[in-house]
């Protein structure tokens, strides 16, 4: 714009109420915070227990449901997921080990139950184990854990806000974990005192660290190891199974 003869440069001023500041409050955070509860609930109360599907082809539609979930996600509130992944990466591995240790040692210590042989076992501990574990990570402390941290605009400078980054994503993490077991037969009939203990557990190092790295290591290796000692678990690994 030219005024009296003088080029006048343009001002370009961003409005506080455009896409990055919609996708990072509360309310839009919430909003897939409660799709995923709502997801978390349905997939295992529909293919568990109303169809009893059979716990591969279940896992399977389990898979594809999270991941598409988590992916709409994080495109539609543009989640930096390689920003996610470093932020105070090395706390996050540090924590994990120790609370993998200690999962990995409570899984060996309990009881024990035949597994499969030969190629059927290495494609359970991949699938029932590997990433049934990473999968299940992601909607149950990831996911909870990051629309805290984002809703919070990602500033946790003050011990305050630390307090109540941990605090409300463990009030979500409880709440998902809970509809999540909910789903399945065997926790509607028993309680879900023990799953939600451990996942509280396993999400420790992104509680305390904000980054995901731990929690997913130590939720992959409680699976993993659970698939090779306990295969028939009624606990860690629903929907329960029996050896063939």
Not at 110 to 135: C, K, M, N, Q, T
Not at 185 to 206: C, F, K, W
Not at 220 to 235: I, L
């Amino acid at each position: 714009m030219t005024v009296a003869g003088y080029q006048v440069p343009r001002l370009r001023i961003r409005s506080t109420l455009g896409p990055a500041a919609r996708t990072e409050s509360w309310a839009t955070q919430l909003r897939w915070f409660g799709a995923a509860v709502v997801l978390g609930f349905v997939i295992p109360y529909v293919g568990s227990s109303r169809l009893e599907l059979q716990h591969d082809l279940y896992l399977g539609i389990y898979f594809v449901a999270v991941l598409g979930l988590f992916a709409a996600y994080a495109r539609a509130t543009a989640l930096d997921i390689r920003a996610t992944v470093r932020r105070r990466w090395k706390l996050g591995v540090a924590l994990g080990l120790v609370v993998g240790f200690a999962l990995v040692r409570n899984v060996l210590e309990g009881g024990s139950s035949p597994h499969p042989h030969d190629g059927y076992f290495a494609f359970e501990l991949i699938w029932r184990g590997a990433i049934y574990g990473a999968v299940d990570v992601l909607l149950l402390t990831v996911l909870p854990c990051l629309v805290v941290y984002r809703a919070l605009g990602g500033r946790l400078g003050t011990w305050r806000r630390r307090l109540a980054y941990f605090g409300a994503s463990l009030v979500l993490v409880v709440t998902i974990t809970a509809a999540y077991h909910l789903g399945f037969a065997q926790y509607r009939h028993d309680g879900i005192r023990q799953p939600e203990t451990g996942n509280a557990l396993i999400s420790v190092p992104m509680l305390l660290s904000t980054n995901p790295i731990g929690s997913i290591a130590d939720h992959v290796a409680m699976h993993v190891s659970a698939v090779a000692h306990d295969y028939n678990t009624e606990v860690r690994l629903p929907p329960a199974t029996k050896a063939r």
